[in-house]
């Protein structure tokens, strides 16, 4: 299990542990497997971020905004659970590629805008970098694959690679269209390693 958990194929790994539950019902390692890799299928950092009411709903106004001025092709790197995609589809004008590298979560993104009857969005299960061509029409590109350090996830080489890669027309937008660095210095009398 272990094996095909480190591989992403939790999917797998959750089938041979059911069929192995299912001939030995009391077995008490394969169930507590099955709940630890349940319990692992979502980041814990998802819920936080799904429940902040103030940045949905800021990302709701400027996604909202911009796709009614015409930026209405938009692509949704790193897509998560499908909200900015859900965001965008509201119009019916827009169409919308919902780009997420995370089996369990492409499949989460599927089943909510199924839940939504959205049909004018299209979703991958790859890395937005592993494409090497514009997939249509892009002016729009939004993304929340930022961390607290804004370098994490790999974002600026996301950004990068969608400005130079999948945008397609010269009129565009980003959103989020910026941020803010903070640093504090640290004086250490030793190195730590």
Known sequence: ????????????????????????PYFLPVKRNLLHLSWNEMPRWHFRMMNDRLRN??????????????????????????????????????????IEES????????????????????????YSTDIKEPLGKCNLIVTETFDVALFGERVLESIHHALSTLKTEDDFKVVPARAKVYITGINLPFILY
């Open 1 to 24: 299990m272990k094996v095909l958990c480190r591989l992403g194929e939790n999917d797998i790994a959750k089938k041979y542990l059911e069929l192995a539950l299912e001939s030995h």
């Open 57 to 98: 709903q800021a990302y709701d106004k400027a996604i909202t905004s911009l796709i009614s001025k015409g930026y209405k092709n938009a692509i949704d790197i790193g897509a998560g659970c499908g909200l900015l995609s859900l965001i965008a589809s509201k119009n019916p004008e827009a169409s919308v590629v919902a």
């Open 103 to 126: 089996k369990t979560l492409a499949r989460m993104c599927k089943d909510v805008l199924i839940e939504n009857n959205v049909k004018n969005v299209v979703i991958m299960n790859c």
